[in-house]
């Protein structure tokens, strides 16, 4: 699935790669949406917050208090692949 080079970068969490899209907004305000499957505990999403922040920090050149990240944790029920819920 391609996607363009400037609107999304990979992220690897355990056995699958998660696609965060990076928003660039005036005065170098990046958002960055993050959404993954249910089921994270509060420590790996505060983690995930802080390395996301930090890799935007790096790549982009924005300061660290402008970076916003949110997490979005998706129902199973309302995922699906190949036709199918991941929960069936």
């Known amino acids: 699935m ?3 080079p400037l609107c999304f970068a990979p992220l690897h969490f355990g056995l699958k790669y998660k696609y965060i899209q990076i928003k660039r907004e005036r005065k170098n305000m ?3 949406t993050v959404q993954m499957l249910e089921g994270r505990t509060d420590d790996q999403k505060k983690a995930l917050i802080a390395k996301v922040t930090d890799a935007v920090v790096e790549t982009t050149g924005a ?3 402008k970076v916003v990240v ?3 944790d998706i129902d199973k029920r309302y995922y699906g692949v190949g ?4 929960i069936d």
């Open 70 to 72: 949110f997490v979005e």
């Open 83 to 86: 036709g199918k819920r991941l």
């Open 30 to 32: 990046p958002y960055v």
């Open 63 to 65: 300061k660290k208090e």
């Open 2 to 4: 391609p996607f363009h």
